[in-house]
């Protein structure tokens, strides 16, 4: 059984930064690919970036220059650290693992806003 514990989302100013961080529990993490999602309201959930089990990293368009994914092999941790951060980056961020048919964290909010 595979576990995600995701933390650091909360209400930041524009141009603000946040740090998410995600836990994987259960599994040896840096064997997999893992990647942040989010889900804005009304909207279909997109993925925001993803490093694979090699290294290998991508980033939606829109984030590019903007969002850092990183991993801590020893710590099983990912996190996304997130600069210059927009209105239109307000959403619920999820955490995702690709081992199996996939697992995912609970969700945390991220708030941009005046």
């Known amino acids: 059984q595979v576990q995600l514990v995701e933390s650091g989302g909360g209400l930041v100013q524009p141009g603000g930064s946040l740090r998410l961080s995600c836990a994987a529990s259960?599994?040896?993490?840096?064997?997999?690919?893992m990647g942040w999602y989010r889900q804005a309201p009304g909207k279909q959930r997109e993925l925001v970036a993803f490093?694979?089990?090699?290294?290998?990293?991508n980033y939606i368009d829109s984030v590019k220059g903007r969002f850092t994914i990183s991993r801590d092999n020893a710590k099983g941790t990912v996190y996304l650290q997130m600069d210059s951060l927009k209105p239109e980056d307000t959403a619920v961020y999820y955490c995702?693992?690709?081992?199996?048919?996939?697992?995912w964290g609970q969700g945390t909010q991220v708030t941009v806003s005046s």
């Open positions: 995702y693992i690709q081992k199996g048919s996939g697992y």
């Open positions: 490093i694979s089990r090699g290294g290998n990293i």
């Open positions: 259960g599994t040896i993490s840096n064997l997999y690919g």
